[in-house]
């Protein structure tokens, strides 16, 4: 019941690298570039509690599939769930209540978009980003190597970023600003999930998340 769920909180980074091209037109609530889009949500927790168990500093990762505009109700998501090994019992609860939606807030209505769930696994999981916003990175050592670059280009004034604002598909919930990359590295080994794949040159985006529930 939603009832005994506790009040609790997280807000940090999140960030993707897709199979897209630059922009990817999902946060534009539009189909993917190849009609499917094949990618890695990243999570850090800067500041989060779930009742009286901290979350700060922990770190999420999701693999995702999905063909046709997930925005317009045409599919739902393949997802599997890769959360942070370093968290204790209490904290893989709410990482697990939270991040599957069933803790409320904005993941429930992300919730919705989820058609397959391929696990959760708890694994070692690196996160990094700059505090300009020049890069940013994750891995779990084995399976997953992805970094991105902030985009810019002969227009874009020096230390500025490309930024999109209200983005209609944002991907961490209403009234972002989404920060615009480059992937330097897109690698993902996990064969046995289905999720394989070496690329780099596409697109990712960077935007800070803030929610709460239930």
């Known amino acids: 019941?939603?009832?005994?769920?506790?009040?609790?909180?997280a807000s940090g980074d999140w960030f993707d690298v897709c199979s897209c091209s630059i922009p990817c037109p999902c946060i534009f609530a539009q189909?993917?570039?190849?009609?499917?889009?094949?990618?890695?949500?990243?999570?850090?927790?800067?500041?989060?509690?779930?009742?009286?168990?901290?979350?700060?500093?922990?770190?999420?990762?999701?693999?995702?599939?999905?063909?046709?505009?997930?925005?317009?109700?045409?599919?739902?998501?393949?997802?599997a769930f890769f959360l942070d090994e370093q968290s204790d019992q209490q904290q893989r609860h709410a990482l697990q209540m939270i991040f599957t939606g069933k803790a409320g807030g904005f993941m429930a209505n992300f919730a919705k978009l989820i058609g397959e769930n391929r696990g959760t696994y708890f694994v070692p999981i690196k996160f990094e980003v700059a505090d300009d916003l020049a890069y940013w990175s994750a891995t779990i050592p084995g399976k997953v190597t992805v970094a991105a670059e902030a985009l810019t280009g002969p227009m874009t004034p020096t230390g500025k970023r490309v930024q999109t604002i209200n983005a209609p598909g944002s991907e961490v919930g209403p009234g972002t600003v989404a920060t615009w990359g480059v992937a330097t590295s897109d690698e993902v080994t996990v064969p046995e999930l289905r999720f394989s794949w070496n690329r780099k040159g596409n697109s990712s985006k960077h935007i800070p998340f803030n929610w709460s529930g239930p």
Request: net charge neutral; hydrophobic share 40%; proline share 3%.
């Open 31 to 79: 189909t993917p570039t190849n009609g499917q889009c094949e990618g890695l949500l990243a999570y850090h927790i800067r500041n989060g509690v779930y009742g009286e168990t901290s979350l700060n500093g922990l770190n999420v990762l999701l693999l995702s599939y999905f063909k046709g505009n997930i925005w317009a109700g045409e599919t739902k998501a393949i997802l």
């Open 1 to 9: 019941m939603m009832s005994e769920i506790p009040k609790w909180t």
